[in-house]
């Protein structure tokens, strides 16, 4: 069996992109979530992490900026005003994909307290902005985020006060930010819907004894997409044009 992790960021994406990789950490630090606020994705564990930080004297108090809307919007706003963190949590609700790569920009970490995940795609659209993750040991976070702040650090699962000392250790190490914000968009890079595409056809061509080639300008996944009336460009597309070919 051989492991190829999805992802769902394109090279069209990534060129829309333009993060300056080679600027320090913030002062004071801007730390960003994004996605569903629901259980599943630990988002009390923010509001929880934030409180501690402020009880703890760290200064300069990173902000939060929690971006996306969910079942636990008002329950996080309740906790931010019950732990008085309404000057250093910003609640903005859903944003679109420009507002989102404004946000980001703006941003030093992004925090991605989940309890469950597999190849989350709010990793990798972090790091293609340039910036490291901070997530709890959940699906491929190892094998993504890496050790030892590669591209971010990794903390326990459900765990706020250790997701804070993972904080609060990377706002305090001595951290070469423009080499890090670096390897993020590196990586974010290498993970694109174009490259899982080439990764599974040469995993293909290479059980099934063939050739792929490239005609007139035209991918051999475009021309499959065109053969078997495929939706526009996806993970399922993708997979299920490999397994169409493989029948063929």
Do not use: N
């Amino acid at each position: 069996m051989h492991w190829l992790f999805g992802t769902a960021v394109s090279e069209h994406e990534l060129r829309s992109i333009t993060p300056q990789l080679d600027r320090g950490l913030s002062d004071p630090p801007r730390l960003v979530y994004a996605g569903r606020l629901s259980e599943e994705k630990g988002v009390l564990l923010l509001v929880e992490m934030m409180a501690l930080l402020k009880q703890r004297g760290v200064q300069p108090l990173p902000s939060l900026t929690v971006l996306g809307d969910g079942p636990l919007m008002g329950e996080m706003q309740r906790l931010r005003e019950r732990y008085g963190c309404g000057d250093c949590i910003e609640l903005p609700g859903y944003v679109d994909r420009t507002g989102l790569t404004e946000r980001f920009l703006r941003a030093d970490m992004s925090v991605q307290p989940s309890y469950t995940e597999s190849m989350c795609k709010a990793w990798v659209d972090a790091m293609a902005h340039g910036l490291p993750v901070i997530a709890t040991d959940v699906g491929s976070a190892q094998v993504t985020i890496g050790a030892g702040g590669e591209r971010g650090w990794i903390a326990p699962v459900g765990d706020a006060a250790a997701l804070t000392d993972v904080v609060e250790r990377a706002l305090r190490a001595d951290v070469d930010w423009p080499a890090l914000r670096r390897r993020c968009r590196s990586y974010a890079e290498s993970r694109t819907l174009e490259r899982w595409g080439a990764a599974i056809a040469d995993r293909c061509s290479a059980s099934w004894g063939c050739r792929l080639v490239e005609a007139h300008g035209v991918t051999w996944a475009a021309r499959l997409q065109r053969r078997f009336s495929l939706p526009p460009w996806s993970q399922r597309g993708t997979a299920h044009a490999a397994e169409l070919w493989g029948r063929s």
